[in-house]
Protein backbone atom coordinates (compact mmCIF):
# COMPACT_ATOMS: atom_id res chain seq x y z
CA UNK A 1 0.00 0.00 0.00
CA UNK A 2 1.39 3.13 -0.63
CA UNK A 3 -0.73 5.95 1.44
CA UNK A 4 -3.82 6.26 3.33
CA UNK A 5 -5.61 9.64 2.71
CA UNK A 6 -9.02 10.66 4.59
CA UNK A 7 -10.99 13.76 5.15
CA UNK A 8 -13.02 16.28 3.59
CA UNK A 9 -14.23 13.79 0.29
CA UNK A 10 -12.81 16.24 -2.37
CA UNK A 11 -9.62 17.20 -1.11
CA UNK A 12 -8.78 13.52 -0.07
CA UNK A 13 -8.90 12.68 -3.43
CA UNK A 14 -6.78 15.33 -4.76
CA UNK A 15 -4.30 14.37 -2.22
CA UNK A 16 -4.72 10.72 -3.40
CA UNK A 17 -4.41 11.59 -7.09
CA UNK A 18 -1.09 13.26 -6.57
CA UNK A 19 0.09 10.21 -4.70
CA UNK A 20 -0.73 7.58 -7.50
CA UNK A 21 0.08 10.01 -10.51
CA UNK A 22 3.83 9.20 -10.65
CA UNK A 23 3.02 5.57 -9.38
CA UNK A 24 0.09 5.24 -12.41
CA UNK A 25 0.87 7.63 -14.67
CA UNK A 26 3.91 7.79 -17.50
CA UNK A 27 5.28 11.12 -18.99
CA UNK A 28 7.61 11.32 -21.85
CA UNK A 29 8.70 14.32 -24.46
CA UNK A 30 7.96 12.49 -27.45
CA UNK A 31 5.88 9.34 -28.58
CA UNK A 32 7.76 7.01 -29.96
CA UNK A 33 6.67 5.02 -33.20
CA UNK A 34 6.67 1.85 -31.79
CA UNK A 35 4.94 0.63 -28.13
CA UNK A 36 6.00 -2.90 -26.91
CA UNK A 37 3.79 -3.23 -23.87
CA UNK A 38 3.08 -6.18 -20.95
CA UNK A 39 -0.72 -7.08 -20.70
CA UNK A 40 -0.17 -8.17 -17.58
CA UNK A 41 -1.91 -8.64 -14.88
CA UNK A 42 -4.94 -8.29 -17.60
CA UNK A 43 -4.32 -11.09 -19.74
CA UNK A 44 -6.70 -13.80 -19.10
CA UNK A 45 -8.42 -12.88 -22.51
CA UNK A 46 -8.46 -9.57 -25.18
CA UNK A 47 -11.57 -8.14 -23.14
CA UNK A 48 -9.47 -7.70 -20.26
CA UNK A 49 -6.31 -6.71 -22.82
CA UNK A 50 -8.21 -3.51 -23.86
CA UNK A 51 -6.96 -2.14 -21.02
CA UNK A 52 -3.43 -2.06 -21.96
CA UNK A 53 -4.20 -1.78 -25.63
CA UNK A 54 -6.23 1.66 -25.19
CA UNK A 55 -3.57 2.67 -22.11
CA UNK A 56 -0.52 2.31 -24.07
CA UNK A 57 -1.75 3.26 -27.41
CA UNK A 58 -2.36 7.21 -26.28
CA UNK A 59 1.64 7.01 -26.13
CA UNK A 60 2.13 5.70 -29.62
CA UNK A 61 3.20 8.25 -32.32
CA UNK A 62 0.19 8.69 -34.93
CA UNK A 63 0.50 5.81 -37.52
CA UNK A 64 2.71 4.48 -35.40
CA UNK A 65 2.69 0.51 -33.77
CA UNK A 66 1.50 -0.90 -30.76
CA UNK A 67 2.64 -4.56 -30.34
CA UNK A 68 0.95 -5.90 -27.38
CA UNK A 69 2.37 -9.23 -25.57
CA UNK A 70 -0.78 -11.13 -23.93
CA UNK A 71 -1.04 -14.63 -23.58
CA UNK A 72 -4.65 -14.66 -23.89
CA UNK A 73 -5.61 -17.80 -23.37
CA UNK A 74 -9.31 -17.44 -23.06
CA UNK A 75 -9.24 -15.67 -26.64
CA UNK A 76 -10.72 -12.36 -28.13
CA UNK A 77 -14.00 -11.63 -25.77
CA UNK A 78 -15.89 -15.27 -24.79
CA UNK A 79 -17.98 -13.52 -22.52
CA UNK A 80 -18.70 -10.26 -24.48
CA UNK A 81 -19.36 -12.20 -27.84
CA UNK A 82 -21.21 -9.27 -30.20
CA UNK A 83 -17.90 -7.26 -29.82
CA UNK A 84 -16.49 -9.80 -32.44
CA UNK A 85 -19.33 -9.34 -34.49
CA UNK A 86 -18.77 -6.02 -34.51
CA UNK A 87 -15.82 -7.08 -37.00
CA UNK A 88 -14.22 -3.72 -38.36
CA UNK A 89 -17.07 -1.48 -38.20
CA UNK A 90 -16.90 2.28 -37.72
CA UNK A 91 -17.47 4.09 -34.39
CA UNK A 92 -20.65 6.07 -35.91
CA UNK A 93 -21.89 2.79 -37.62
CA UNK A 94 -21.91 1.20 -34.17
CA UNK A 95 -23.35 3.48 -32.40
CA UNK A 96 -26.35 3.75 -34.85
CA UNK A 97 -27.01 -0.19 -33.91
CA UNK A 98 -27.12 0.80 -30.43
CA UNK A 99 -29.74 3.86 -30.89
CA UNK A 100 -31.91 1.56 -33.01
CA UNK A 101 -31.59 -0.98 -30.26
CA UNK A 102 -29.87 -3.73 -31.93
CA UNK A 103 -26.92 -4.11 -29.41
CA UNK A 104 -28.28 -6.47 -26.60
CA UNK A 105 -24.47 -6.25 -25.33
CA UNK A 106 -24.35 -2.17 -24.63
CA UNK A 107 -21.30 -2.87 -22.52
CA UNK A 108 -19.09 -4.35 -25.54
CA UNK A 109 -20.25 -1.62 -27.85
CA UNK A 110 -18.72 0.96 -25.14
CA UNK A 111 -15.82 -1.23 -25.52
CA UNK A 112 -15.64 -1.43 -28.85
CA UNK A 113 -15.66 2.30 -29.12
CA UNK A 114 -12.80 2.83 -26.99
CA UNK A 115 -10.86 0.39 -28.88
CA UNK A 116 -11.72 1.44 -32.72
CA UNK A 117 -10.38 4.86 -31.75
CA UNK A 118 -6.89 3.42 -30.85
CA UNK A 119 -7.53 0.78 -33.85
CA UNK A 120 -8.27 3.72 -36.24
CA UNK A 121 -4.88 5.64 -34.75
CA UNK A 122 -1.92 3.01 -34.85
CA UNK A 123 -1.60 -0.61 -35.80
CA UNK A 124 -1.52 -2.82 -33.23
CA UNK A 125 0.21 -6.14 -32.82
CA UNK A 126 -0.50 -8.65 -30.75
CA UNK A 127 1.92 -11.53 -29.43
CA UNK A 128 0.10 -14.18 -28.15
CA UNK A 129 -0.43 -18.14 -27.96
CA UNK A 130 -4.30 -17.13 -27.58
CA UNK A 131 -5.69 -15.13 -30.07
CA UNK A 132 -4.72 -16.37 -33.53
CA UNK A 133 -3.61 -14.10 -37.02
CA UNK A 134 -7.32 -14.86 -38.63
CA UNK A 135 -9.18 -14.15 -35.21
CA UNK A 136 -7.29 -10.81 -34.76
CA UNK A 137 -7.82 -10.14 -38.07
CA UNK A 138 -12.22 -9.94 -37.63
CA UNK A 139 -11.32 -7.13 -35.78
CA UNK A 140 -8.96 -5.76 -37.81
CA UNK A 141 -5.65 -5.95 -35.79
CA UNK A 142 -2.67 -8.19 -36.49
CA UNK A 143 -1.57 -11.11 -34.37
CA UNK A 144 1.20 -13.78 -34.43
CA UNK A 145 3.23 -15.73 -31.76
CA UNK A 146 6.60 -14.46 -32.11
CA UNK A 147 8.05 -11.17 -30.49
CA UNK A 148 10.89 -11.14 -32.83
CA UNK A 149 8.80 -11.26 -35.97
CA UNK A 150 6.36 -8.50 -34.83
CA UNK A 151 9.25 -6.31 -33.56
CA UNK A 152 11.04 -6.89 -37.10
CA UNK A 153 7.66 -6.26 -39.18
CA UNK A 154 7.29 -2.76 -37.06
CA UNK A 155 10.82 -1.71 -37.84
CA UNK A 156 10.05 -2.67 -41.60
CA UNK A 157 7.04 -0.29 -41.27
CA UNK A 158 8.63 2.81 -39.77
CA UNK A 159 12.59 2.34 -40.56
CA UNK A 160 15.03 1.29 -38.81
CA UNK A 161 16.02 3.86 -37.12
CA UNK A 162 12.45 4.17 -35.52
CA UNK A 163 12.09 5.38 -31.76
CA UNK A 164 11.29 2.38 -29.53
CA UNK A 165 9.26 2.56 -25.52
CA UNK A 166 8.16 -0.32 -23.36
CA UNK A 167 5.67 -0.15 -20.94
CA UNK A 168 5.93 -2.82 -18.57
CA UNK A 169 2.32 -2.41 -16.98
CA UNK A 170 0.20 -1.52 -19.76
CA UNK A 171 -3.14 -2.32 -17.76
CA UNK A 172 -2.27 -0.07 -15.23
CA UNK A 173 -0.73 2.63 -16.42
CA UNK A 174 -1.60 5.85 -18.74
CA UNK A 175 0.16 8.56 -20.39
CA UNK A 176 0.38 11.74 -18.24
CA UNK A 177 1.17 14.89 -18.56
CA UNK A 178 4.31 15.54 -20.66
CA UNK A 179 6.54 17.51 -18.53
CA UNK A 180 9.88 15.60 -19.59
CA UNK A 181 11.58 12.20 -20.25
CA UNK A 182 11.80 10.44 -16.94
CA UNK A 183 11.33 6.94 -15.47
CA UNK A 184 7.50 6.29 -14.53
CA UNK A 185 6.44 2.76 -12.53
CA UNK A 186 5.46 1.38 -15.89
CA UNK A 187 7.35 2.62 -18.77
CA UNK A 188 10.95 2.68 -19.23
CA UNK A 189 11.43 5.90 -21.45
CA UNK A 190 14.97 6.13 -21.75
CA UNK A 191 13.22 5.20 -25.58
CA UNK A 192 15.90 3.95 -27.57
CA UNK A 193 16.54 4.33 -31.50
CA UNK A 194 17.30 1.77 -34.45
CA UNK A 195 17.56 -1.73 -34.26
CA UNK A 196 19.28 -3.75 -31.43
CA UNK A 197 19.41 -7.60 -30.75
CA UNK A 198 16.48 -9.15 -28.80
CA UNK A 199 16.08 -12.17 -27.36
CA UNK A 200 13.88 -14.97 -29.36
CA UNK A 201 10.82 -15.16 -26.64
CA UNK A 202 8.34 -17.58 -27.84
CA UNK A 203 6.32 -17.85 -24.75
CA UNK A 204 4.38 -15.36 -24.53
CA UNK A 205 2.80 -15.79 -20.98
CA UNK A 206 6.01 -15.93 -19.43
CA UNK A 207 7.21 -12.75 -21.51
CA UNK A 208 4.03 -10.67 -20.66
CA UNK A 209 4.51 -11.38 -16.87
CA UNK A 210 8.49 -10.79 -17.05
CA UNK A 211 8.12 -7.23 -18.27
CA UNK A 212 5.24 -6.61 -15.97
CA UNK A 213 5.71 -8.95 -13.11
CA UNK A 214 4.53 -7.30 -9.74
CA UNK A 215 2.66 -4.42 -9.02
CA UNK A 216 3.00 -1.18 -9.91
CA UNK A 217 3.97 -0.04 -6.10
CA UNK A 218 6.18 -2.70 -5.90
CA UNK A 219 7.67 -1.87 -9.12
CA UNK A 220 8.09 1.80 -8.29
CA UNK A 221 9.99 0.68 -5.07
CA UNK A 222 12.76 -1.02 -7.10
CA UNK A 223 12.87 1.53 -9.16
CA UNK A 224 13.81 3.90 -6.18
CA UNK A 225 16.25 1.54 -5.14
CA UNK A 226 18.26 1.55 -8.03
Not at 91 to 97: I, K, Y
Not at 133 to 161: D, V, W
Not at 176 to 190: H, L, N, P, Q
Request: charged letters at 25%; proline letters at 4%.
Amino acid sequence: MAAVVAGDVVKAHRAGVEIARPIYTMELEERPDIVVASSHPADRDLWQGFKPVNNCGMVVKDGGTLILLIPAPEGIAPDHTQLVDFGTASATGVLALVEQGKVADEVAAATYLAFERTRRRVNIVLVSDGVSCTEAAKIGISATTSFPEALSAAFERHGRSARVGVVTQGADIMRGRCEGSRSSGGIRVGVESGVKECPTLTNTTHHSESLGGGSPCARKRRTRQH
